[in-house]
């Protein structure tokens, strides 16, 4: 994607020093564009924690990226008891989202080849690389699968905009490129079909107005931003034809794990008779799990990212401010899990399917 018309990544080697990783602070978003060194471990990690970089794709590639800087750092003689160190520290950083711990599996795969550690440290940046343009790879298809979807709604309204709604950010900033849930946005737009986004400030955090709104105006797609709560009246009011969301985690029947709140929508589109579709990658599924809501990890984060909210002032200085009062206590949850009977499709790199057992398995057989 581009920034002032300069195409970044979300993630890279710095050119100069391939020892040093880079990536997009958005923490600073979208008030300023901002790159960010992480030269060892412990600054994956952080990154992960406080949130430099999020969103699944990313996170995954961030973690694989941490893990070459481990294997960079790790000494000869103690270099694998420090990789399944840095493995377990990374996994620890963000409970919900699957892509996390398959790329630290898949690094940790490559890494316990036998070789010598000069070749296995050439292997884990050959191999974090990979991932990261797998992730643009599988993004670009899902994008090509869900363009689909949106043209046949335009084709339904002759002359009208296409409405879409969204939650949270599951754009190219939360994977290395090009994204899950706007992917097909950007197609459809880059197409010539007239598209709208809804874009929900998606509170605590407010991923939706500060990334999605941020980054949906860098490629010129129009969009309104709109409350958190605004979703269902817009749904009531015919002012919405297709919700489209990312996903943390999605198990084997198609139960979707997503930033809190994404229940709440899916809910109101199946009353309003509103597809509900879940863009991802198959990195995102969980294999192993058949039950979201009784085995999905969900993260509980600070609860001052509820008590208090960020933003510009009107002098140019961006200040955190308290919401409510100072004794007020607070919970924050981070995700909550949406049954796969509220799913129309899921869109995959493979193609679109239903959110079940049999049809997530007939496009991913080797995890049958």
């Not at 994008?143 to 339904?156: F, K, S, T």
């Not at 984060?301 to 100072?326: A, K, N, W």
């Amino acid at each position: 994607m581009k920034v002032d018309g300069h195409a970044y990544r979300t993630i890279w080697l710095k050119p100069e020093d391939p020892r040093i990783v880079q990536v997009i602070d958005q923490l600073k978003l979208p008030h300023a564009f901002e790159v960010k060194n992480l030269v060892c471990l412990e600054d994956a990690r952080r990154a992960i924690s406080d949130m430099t970089v999020r969103g699944a794709g990313l996170i995954g590639a961030c973690a694989a990226y941490g893990m070459y800087l481990a294997a960079l750092e790790a000494s000869d003689t103690g270099f694998d008891a420090f990789l399944q160190q840095a493995g377990a520290i990374l996994k620890a950083t963000r409970p919900t989202a699957s892509n996390l711990a398959w790329a630290v599996d898949r690094m940790l795969g490559t890494l316990s080849n036998g070789a010598a550690p000069a070749i296995r440290r050439i292997l884990a940046k050959e191999t974090a690389n990979a991932i990261a343009d797998e992730d643009i790879e599988h993004c670009r298809n899902i994008a090509a699968h869900g363009q689909g979807l949106i043209a046949a709604i335009a084709q339904r309204k002759p002359g009208q905009v296409v409405n879409i709604l969204t939650h949270c950010n599951a754009g190219w900033l939360a994977f290395v490129d090009i994204g899950s849930a706007t992917a097909p946005i950007y197609a459809a737009h880059d197409a010539g079909i007239a598209v709208h986004v809804w874009v929900d400030e998606t509170r605590p955090r407010n991923q939706g107005a500060s990334l999605t709104a941020w980054e949906l105006g860098q490629h010129g797609v129009p969009h309104t931003l709109i409350a958190d709560n605004a979703g269902g009246h817009l749904m009531q009011h015919g002012l919405v034809d297709v919700v489209i969301t990312g996903a943390d985690r999605v198990t084997r029947n198609g139960d979707v794990a997503n930033k809190i709140g994404t229940y709440l929508k899916a809910l109101a589109a199946r009353d309003n008779q509103i597809p509900f579709y879940v863009a991802l990658p198959s990195s995102t599924f969980d294999f192993s799990l058949r039950d979201g809501i009784a085995q999905i990890p969900i993260e509980e984060r600070d609860p001052d990212e509820v008590r208090y909210i960020s933003g510009q002032t009107t002098h140019g200085l961006v200040e955190s401010v308290r919401i409510c009062p100072t004794s007020t206590p607070a919970r924050n949850w981070g995700f909550d899990v949406t049954p796969a009977r509220l799913v129309t499709q899921l869109i995959c790199e493979r193609g679109l399917c239903n959110a079940n057992e049999a049809a997530i398995l007939s496009l991913f057989p080797e995890h049958c």
